[in-house]
């Protein structure tokens, strides 16, 4: 199998491509009905966006506790960024992490972090208080992080990017 960094991103840039395209129909579909259908078809493209995110997350993890040979795979990759000096990617890999953990769990420690860095960080995140990140989108899930396109391209760069770091490929 070839690498698991090379492929998240293209199977990512696949996934986009195939949602784009349904979301393409589903706004044409929009210009002559509201169906509750293509309401719920839009919800659908969105909510596939951050089961992608947190798949690709969760499979990482899993490769690489295999490739490090340890049970927590994100925390020795950490520690071979720190021991690397890349401290941007480091913060960039325990935001996601951060980003990951609050779609999967919801409210607790990782949300309370990224409200704190909520105006630094490269993706939003939904404040107390806030009901959506934009009202009126039909389309919108109920997620505490915006996942976007930029969100889901962004842990795939990611991913690769701590991948390449780690195993010096």
Known sequence: MHAFSELVQRSTAFSLNTLAVAQNNVIKGFQ????????KAAQMIQLQKTISAVGMFSMFDAILQDQLQCPDGFKKATALLEAKGESLLNERFSDLQLA????KHGKGRSYEALVKKAGTLPFRVKLLGEAFFNEGDVAE???LVEVDDAFVLLCAEVIH?????????
């Open 141 to 143: 899930v109920s997620t």
């Open 32 to 39: 002559t009905s509201a169906a509750t259908s293509l309401v």
């Open 100 to 103: 990951i953990n609050v779609l």
């Open 161 to 169: 990017d701590v991948s390449v770091s780690i195993h010096g490929a």
